[in-house]
């Protein structure tokens, strides 16, 4: 959930005086109304006009976006007649924010990138201290921040994090440094690293509660509630939640948004953690009457997916892709909030056999899911974790810099090549296990392979012909029949459990002959007709063999679906099945995922199971 509320807020407060911030404690409204009587009953110019707009575009910012855009250009006009380049970077800031909320990002980009060009000019110009330079870079190395964030471009949303984190530790600015780690929170979430989530979250915490500012820990409360949920920790995320609403309720005119936000939470934490979809709509009716008038619409589109939901879990298939496409219509820019939606999309048109328009949404999720994959992200998203480990300890250099002596600095990297030394060691030891780890592991799937040719071949041989001598030697027709219908599948069986053609012709054709034998299974295969190689293809047949016949054992399923899909890079399979469901935690062992998983993982991917009341979905993905 991408609450850029705080972003506002972030910027709202840096707007003023830092010395005033901890007047600040309970409200945030501006008295726009006093500032718009001063605008036309007395006569200002220069400076003071420019005081008077920059209250009027930030008292408004959150209350009515078109009086807040129209003193911003207002404040462009002048700040350029006067050379006033604060209040040109404060102008362009506000109507960046605008197209911000409104998810014009490249019109926000552009105005940013203005705002940065006042502040480059501000530095040579005498008028401005250090601190006042500081103050307007350390807003917009925030705000670029959660703008690529919220794009998915996470490696530049942490270059702006960590430019901006040095500046507000060294000038105590904690609001600010509150709100830039529950950004930095948001974007592990959304990776679903929740440890890491839950430790940036508890920075913003305690940064929050120095202030004094009971506003500032609300969202670090909402951002532990989200993480509990996704890690499964529901009595933890309802108490959360709960210390993050009351402020909220308490001002629902100037919070509407993020008290959206809190009841889309208690409804997801009522529908998934308690199975109370009657509370989790409640919650909901709350919700939608806030959206109608919320100016937001990342949170308003949240909160149609998430009523969505709630329909797909009653079987309201119709109205939960009215309410799915009306949170793409709101808002489709958000990878990560399209792939949810196209879930609930092709689940819903599957239940109503319209499997034109469920295969469409099935489309889209894969193309969505493969673009959040490719090597280029994947590599973003390993530079940001190494980078985003060092960003305190970078800071924390920089000061040592210049507090200490070349000589204390030379004993910290003296410490720290011993450090490194010691993880190089404990690195090593750790590979050759892995390594070791490894080779039993292929070792034994190799075994696995063999085994079962060598099973389908001896049933085939051996059990296949005492059936087919019992047919031809007896003389009872009842006999003769049941041998047959035997040998049938027992020929059936062993031809499954490793069948030629998956050497022969290759993964898709093997798929597709094991899910003709059953009626309720059915094949697609997507991309290209590419061959893997064959400890992949073996693996991946197994691993769909024993998936399939687990939802033809277990599930109660009237209809299970296989995909294939391959390209140059990604070989991944899925198989859903609109069963009962089951819970992952407390029956993957039983049901040998836990096996399939580790497989998995040893061909460096990776799988995911989700399943609910309204069936299961298992996708396996792999780097070919």
């Known amino acids: 959930m991408k609450s850029f509320i705080l972003l506002f807020l972030l910027l709202c407060l840096a707007s003023f005086p830092l010395s005033l911030y901890a007047e600040y404690s309970d409200h945030r409204n501006r008295n726009v109304d006093s500032l718009e009587h001063v605008l036309k009953t007395q006569k200002l110019e220069g400076e003071e006009l420019m005081k008077v707009y920059q209250g009027l575009m930030n008292g408004y910012l959150q209350t009515d976006s078109k009086k807040s855009s129209h003193y911003a250009k207002l404040g462009i006009e002048l700040s350029e007649k006067h050379h006033f380049y604060s209040g040109l970077h404060e102008s362009w800031r506000i109507l960046g924010l605008q197209a911000y909320g409104a998810c014009l ?19 040579t110009d005498k008028r ?20 690529y964030n919220i794009q998915g471009k996470l490696h530049l949303a942490l270059d702006y994090y960590q430019k901006a984190l040095p500046i507000f530790q060294r000038h105590g600015w904690k609001e600010s440094e509150c709100i830039l780690f529950y950004n930095v929170g948001e974007l592990y979430l959304e990776l679903c690293n929740f440890k890491a989530a839950e430790n940036s979250y508890l920075s913003a915490l305690k940064a929050g509660k120095q202030t004094g500012d009971s506003l500032m820990v609300c969202g670090p409360y909402s951002g532990l509630a989200m993480t509990a949920l996704n890690a499964g920790e529901y009595k933890k995320a309802f108490e959360y939640a709960q210390k993050s609403i009351v402020y909220y309720q308490n001002h629902a005119d100037e919070e509407h948004e993020n008290l959206l936000d809190s009841y889309v939470l208690f409804s997801r934490i009522y529908q998934l953690g308690f199975k109370n979809l009657n509370t989790a709509q409640q919650y909901m009716s709350k919700a939608l009457l806030l959206a109608e008038k919320a100016d937001a619409p990342t949170n308003v589109s949240d909160a149609y997916a998430q009523q969505a939901s709630l329909c797909l879990d009653r079987k309201e298939w119709l109205q939960a892709i009215e309410w799915a496409k009306k949170a793409l219509d709101v808002n489709d820019q958000d990878p990560q909030h399209n792939i949810g939606v196209y879930k609930t999309l092709a689940h819903a048109y599957s239940a109503l056999g319209k499997s034109a328009d469920a295969q469409h949404y099935i489309d889209l999720l894969y193309d969505t899911m493969e673009d959040q994959s490719t090597s280029k992200y994947q590599s973003a998203l390993s530079e940001m974790e190494v980078r985003y480990q060092t960003l305190e300890k970078e800071a924390q250099l920089r000061d040592l810099k210049q507090r200490h002596s070349v000589s204390q600095l030379q004993n910290w990297l003296y410490i720290s090549l011993i450090v490194l030394l010691v993880i190089a060691v404990v690195i090593i030891i750790h590979v050759g296990k892995q390594r070791r780890r490894i080779s039993n592991m292929q070792s034994r799937l190799q075994g696995e392979a063999e085994e079962r040719t060598r099973l389908g071949r001896d049933l085939h041989d051996r059990l296949g012909g005492l059936l087919t001598s019992i047919h031809i030697q007896s003389e009872d ?49 997507h991309g290209q007709d590419l061959r893997l190689p064959e400890q992949q293809e073996v693996m991946l047949y197994c691993a769909t063999h024993e998936l399939v016949n687990n939802a033809l054992k277990h599930a109660e399923a009237s209809r299970i679906m296989v995909q294939l899909m391959i390209d140059e890079e990604y070989a991944a399979i899925i198989v859903a099945d609109d069963g009962k469901g089951f819970d992952p935690d407390t029956v993957s062992k039983n049901m040998g995922l836990h096996n399939i998983r580790e497989r998995v993982e040893l061909q460096q991917g990776r799988m995911t199971v989700s399943s609910s009341s309204a069936g299961t979905e298992i996708n396996i993905e792999i780097p070919r």
Do not use: W
């Open 105 to 123: 990002y490249d019109s926000a980009q552009h105005c940013f990138d203005r705002a940065l060009d006042a502040t480059e000019l501000m530095k």
């Open 128 to 147: 401005y201290n250090e601190e006042n330079i500081d103050n307007n870079l350390s807003q917009l190395y925030g705000t670029l921040g959660n703008l």
């Open 477 to 525: 027709e009842n006999i003769q029949k049941l041998s047959q219908l035997a040998t049938e599948e027992m020929r059936r069986v062993a031809h499954h459990l490793m069948p030629a053609s998956l050497k022969e012709k290759g993964l898709a054709t093997a798929l597709r002959d094991f899910c003709r034998a059953n009626p309720i299974v059915s094949f697609a295969h």
